[in-house]
């Protein structure tokens, strides 16, 4: 296995679109270890493939405390949805920023696991926004696009800072 480097906001590569996996193979398989353990040696309770540099749609998730729930989804897609809840998030890519987001309390999501199997889920709380987080960055969406353009203009020159001395 290997730790990956995460792109840090705002770098453009961020706002790409990944393109669905068509086959769940080992280099699919591979990835999803090497993200797993980006992830949890990050640590973040959430991982998406683009944030590595991977324009496929792949994501992986863990929100347990003992860090041994691991959820990995290949092509996932939120069927339905219900309610909304704002949330107080934070991205690996966007180091020390935290802000709040508006999301879908509860989601209906289909997607292959790391053997390519169908499979769907219905997840609320943390789980639900971790995973539209998640969606978001294969549709080349981080959270702060969300946030106001005062804001999004903050958070742009301090990232450059912290990235010049980094
Ligand atoms: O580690 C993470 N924590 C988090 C907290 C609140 C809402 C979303 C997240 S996801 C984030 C990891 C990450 O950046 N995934 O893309
Ligand atoms: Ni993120």
Same mark, same amino acid.
């Given at each position: 296995?290997?730790?990956?480097?995460?792109?840090?906001?705002?770098?453009?590569?961020?706002?790409?679109?990944?393109?669905?996996?068509?086959?769940?193979?080992?280099?699919?398989?591979?990835?999803?270890?090497?993200?797993? =353990? !980006?992830?949890?040696?990050?640590?973040?309770?959430?991982?998406?493939?683009?944030? +590595? #540099?991977?324009? $496929?749609? %792949?994501? /992986?998730?863990?929100?347990?405390?003992?860090?041994?729930?691991?959820?990995?989804?290949?092509?996932?897609?939120?069927?339905?949805?219900?309610?909304?809840? =704002? !949330?107080?998030?934070?991205?690996?890519?966007?180091?020390?920023?935290?802000?709040? +987001? #508006?999301?879908? $309390?509860? %989601?209906? /999501?289909?997607?292959?696991?790391?053997?390519?199997?169908?499979?769907?889920?219905?997840?609320?709380?943390?789980?639900?926004?971790?995973?539209?987080?998640?969606?978001?960055?294969?549709?080349?969406?981080?959270?702060?696009?969300?946030?106001?353009?005062?804001?999004?203009?903050?958070?742009?020159?301090?990232?450059?800072?912290?990235?010049?001395?980094?």
């Amino acid at each position: 296995m290997a730790l990956l480097d995460i792109l840090i906001y705002p770098d453009q590569r961020l706002h790409a679109k990944a393109k669905p996996v068509d086959q769940v193979d080992s280099r699919i398989q591979q990835l999803i270890d090497n993200m797993s =353990e !980006t992830m949890y040696s990050a640590p973040g309770i959430g991982l998406a493939a683009p944030q +590595v #540099n991977v324009l $496929e749609r %792949i994501i /992986v998730v863990d929100i347990s405390e003992s860090k041994d729930s691991l959820l990995a989804m290949v092509n996932p897609e939120i069927i339905d949805s219900e309610g909304q809840a =704002e !949330t107080e998030e934070g991205c690996l890519s966007v180091p020390g920023i935290y802000a709040p +987001v #508006n999301r879908y $309390e509860k %989601i209906q /999501v289909r997607a292959q696991d790391k053997k390519g199997e169908s499979f769907e889920l219905e997840a609320e709380g943390l789980l639900s926004i971790c995973i539209q987080h998640e969606i978001d960055h294969l549709d080349g969406k981080v959270f702060v696009d969300y946030l106001s353009r005062l804001k999004q203009e903050r958070i742009r020159k301090k990232m450059k800072k912290t990235l010049r001395i980094t």
